[in-house]
């Protein structure tokens, strides 16, 4: 079994963060129990090193937003209190 896109990955961009994150947990577990040969191990490390990138990337996101709202919240709380 070979992937045709070894290092690019374009579908993982499409992913949810919970689908990336399951699919890289089944990548690990692969590699943990040995199964397959050389090759496949290094493809799916290649693509696991995607996934993980997707997923930090999808996190920073929400931590982003998460913030924004964080933010927007306290100018609110202080104003509208009177300092």
Do not use: W
Not at 22 to 46: H, T
């Amino acid at each position: 079994m070979s992937m045709t896109e070894p290092t690019t990955h374009a579908d993982i961009a499409a992913l949810s963060f919970e689908d990336a994150l399951n699919e890289l947990e089944k990548i690990v577990r692969q590699i943990e129990d040995g199964r397959g040969k050389l090759d496949e191990a290094i493809s799916a490390y290649e693509r696991g090193v995607a996934l993980k990138r997707h997923c930090e990337s999808k996190l920073k996101e929400a931590q982003v937003k998460i913030e924004q709202i964080t933010v927007g919240e306290n100018t609110i709380g202080t104003t509208g209190f009177g300092g």
